[in-house]
């Protein structure tokens, strides 16, 4: 049981390029998420979703693309990668949502550390 | 709007010291509240959770307590160890997410 894994670990990225953050988790959770992670402002939401073909824009979705065409993958897209996205990312799953629609426990990923020039 | 606030760090220990982190959150209805830990180099873990007021939740001797009353939910452990050092945030539920403090680094010295 691997968890939540994310690749790469590290990237480097010129202003204007576009790539692709992998997620992928094998605890057949439906509730996946995106966060960054920035000196002193804790984790921001980025963008999640509650099961397959399902998306949603969380607190800091501008420059950011998702899409969830299985259970298990979760993959982010920068468009065109600015020196402001250069930040910790990190994935994170959980199961089904809690009763009144909170989100339970997460489970996190390693996180990906990108910095863009 | 949903908020968690946390004190700011770092915070400083000699190990066997008593530690307090102070978490105040603004919410509407009854969010769950959690203490999650992030290691040097790695993701975050639960670390634990509260569900409903007067709750407490507990692992690993650190513990925190829901009080609805003061819209607090402090980590508290009674004798620390160097292992401990890492950073500490303070997290709430809102509709279909997770909305953390901006954390707090506890560095503890033998």
């Known amino acids: 049981n691997a968890g939540v894994t994310q690749t790469p670990k590290f990237q480097v990225l010129k202003t204007g390029q576009s790539m692709t953050l992998q997620c992928a988790q094998d605890?057949?959770?439906?509730?996946m998420s995106w966060y960054r992670q920035d000196p002193g402002m804790g984790l921001r939401l980025i963008h999640y979703s509650v099961g397959a073909g399902i998306t949603d824009q969380g607190e800091v979705p501008n420059g950011y693309n998702v899409s969830r065409s299985t259970t298990e993958d979760f993959p982010l897209r920068l468009l065109s990668a600015a020196p402001s996205q250069t930040s910790v990312y990190f994935c994170?799953?959980?199961?089904?949502?809690?009763?009144?629609?909170?989100?339970?426990?997460?489970?996190f990923g390693p996180g990906t550390r990108l910095t863009v020039l | 709007g949903n908020s968690v606030t946390q004190m700011e760090g770092p915070v400083t220990l000699s190990e066997e010291a008593f530690l307090t982190i102070n978490c105040t959150y603004t919410?509407?209805?009854?969010?769950?509240l959690f203490w999650y830990v992030q290691y040097p180099g790695e993701g975050l873990q639960l670390l634990l959770k509260a569900t409903k007021a007067d709750d407490k939740g507990s692992n690993k001797g650190f513990e925190a307590t829901y009080r609805k009353e003061t819209t607090s939910f402090h980590l508290e452990k009674g004798s620390v160890q160097v292992s401990d050092s890492a950073v500490y945030f303070c997290a709430l539920t809102a509709t279909n997410k997770l909305i953390f403090g901006a954390g707090t680094r506890l560095a503890v010295h033998p």
């Open positions: 994170a799953s959980s199961f089904a949502l809690l009763a009144g629609g909170g989100a339970d426990t997460q489970y």
């Open positions: 605890m057949n959770h439906e509730y």
């Open positions: 919410a509407t209805g009854y969010p769950s």
